[in-house]
């Protein structure tokens, strides 16, 4: 008599493949650690480095897990930065290297970029190689007329890292299925998460939220006042319209998901989305 033996089933919450996961966590555990210790000044260095480094490596190794840290880092990076100004009393921060992060994970993109620029035209990348051109043209005439740098740098980074990510996944079009998969597994709990923490600010207008809004009188008149039920809703970005373009993609793309958690996702995102 034999004995038959039934193939375990992994867990959906498994972190594999464990040299991913380990790297993603060892970037997040002592970000979490910094925050909540109040040693938080040398997160305007790690976060930018740690999470450029992790990217990297995923981006080499594991392109499907590379794409959805890229989106965490856009949807919480901001929040992070609020939190390390606060902790530290910044109140003209300068130039914000925390809020840099996700531009340099997503400008990773560009070595795929390269790599395939001498065939692009034949593979029905003429739409971004003309944009790539035109960003470039931009980026030479403002050097040429003198603008400051720090414009010059928001402008490009504002669209380069768009073109680039654009490539990468058209490139890689074998992988779609597996890119729809991981970008929607992301976006809803990315939805869930904005969309009560972006609940949670309006009704209580947190410290390091109300630290910021107050240090930023000019934002005032679009954003509220900082106190409970006064503001409209950023969420963990950075200014109420940019919150409300990202929840408004993320709940189109989640009309396409499957699952127990599309309907108090889709429930907490649109009550944050008509809050901003």
Sequence with gaps: MTVRTLPLRKSPLSLE?????????????PVALCLLVRFSSILQIF??????A?????????PILYLGFNWWIWFLSPFVARLVEYQNGIV?????????TP??????????FFKHLPNLHRRGGVPFILAFVSVSY??????????????????????????????????NWQDYPQF????QRVFLWGILVMGIYGIYQYLVAPEWDSFWLRNAEDLQ???????????????TLNYPFTFAYAMMACLLISFGSRGKLILPSVVVGMLSFLLS
């Design 180 to 183: 729809q998969k991981n970008t």
């Design 221 to 235: 008149l679009c954003c509220g006042w900082p106190e409970p039920q006064q503001m409209r809703v950023w969420s």
């Design 17 to 29: 493949p464990q040299p991913a996961w380990m790297a993603i966590l060892g970037f997040i555990l």
């Design 47 to 52: 976060f930018p480095v740690g999470a450029f």
């Design 54 to 62: 992790v990217g990297a490596f995923l981006y080499w190794r594991y």
């Design 138 to 171: 931009a980026l030479l005439i403002g050097l040429a007329k003198g603008n400051p740098i720090p414009q010059i740098i928001q402008g490009t980074l504002s669209w380069l890292p768009g073109v680039f990510l654009g490539i990468h996944l058209m490139v």
């Design 92 to 100: 003209n921060p300068g130039m914000r290297f925390i809020i840099l």
């Design 103 to 112: 531009y340099l994970v997503t400008t990773l993109t560009a070595v795929t």
